[in-house]
């Protein structure tokens, strides 16, 4: 019988990582997902370890735990993350690289503490969550921009290093899906009036996108797929109307392309 395959999924306490989470386990995968308070996350149908991506140790305990248990890590979904809104003016540096710290810093810890365990099996799989934001800078987001966008830097170079190692590197960018995202959104402290009627429409436009997104468990479905996949792309995009608007991109005019962005973005 084949051993079953094991997976580590950071952020598994709600949205996007916990619905993967979720059916991964009930495909028959033995799956870690992670939280920064895993006792208020329990589930029955994973395990949950505590992980806070932004430290060094919490990374190497976390992983040490599931190679200790299960000998492998076969499967790394980097996945969490949240949304730092406001204008750049506002955004401080220190919550500037608060954002990097966790999106993309987090996503790098992760991947450098799991992939000598990968390498020396010759084997494995790394799934980063990005975004459409990390395609498109969108406007009082830009930190939450810059940090998907140098995930698709790092994510291609990686994925070309350790190709002929066994392991496949995936991009996941998602568009708007229905989670906690909004609600766990960090604002800037700081207030410039100039910017407060367009970020307030940028704002509204965010949280309604999220709140009639799909359901995390339709982005659960592509990882899933991606996971069993023989040969799994780079890149892989569920962006509904966005996907639309980024094929436009290089066959219209620029500024057809930001009149068409000023639409959707509310600005
Ligand atoms: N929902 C969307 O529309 C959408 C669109 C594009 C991309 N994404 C991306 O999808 C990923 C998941 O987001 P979501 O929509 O599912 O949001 P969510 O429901 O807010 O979930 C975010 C997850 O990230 C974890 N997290 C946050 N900071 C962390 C840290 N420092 N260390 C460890 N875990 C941390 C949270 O866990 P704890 O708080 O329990 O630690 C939580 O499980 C993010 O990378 C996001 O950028 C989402």
Known sequence: MDRRK???????SSGLGRAAAGLLASSGYVVYGTSRNPASSFSDNFNMLKLDVRGDDSV???????????????????????????AVE?????????????????????????????????????????????MIGL???????????ALEGYAEALSREVHDKGICVSLVQPGFFR???????????????????????AMDIFHDSVASGKTPEELALLIKRIADSDSPKLRYMNAGSARWILMLRPLIPQRMFEYVLSRCTGI
């Open 6 to 12: 094991v997976v580590l999924i950071t952020g598994a």
């Open 179 to 201: 989670t906690n995202i909004a609600g766990a959104a960090a604002l800037a402290e700081k207030v410039v009036m100039a910017y407060h009627k367009q970020k307030g429409r």
């Open 139 to 149: 406007p009082y987001h830009a930190y939450y921009s810059a940090s998907k966008y």
């Open 60 to 86: 190497k305990a976390c992983i040490s735990e599931v190679i200790n248990k299960e000998g492998s890590i076969d499967l790394l979904v980097c996945n969490a993350g949240y949304v730092l809104s406001g």
């Open 90 to 134: 506002e955004v401080s540096m220190s919550e500037a690289k608060e954002q990097m710290e966790t999106n993309f810093f987090g996503v790098a810890r992760v991947v450098s503490a799991v992939l000598p365990h990968m390498r020396e099996n010759r084997a494995g799989r790394i799934i980063i969550i990005s975004s459409v934001a990390g």
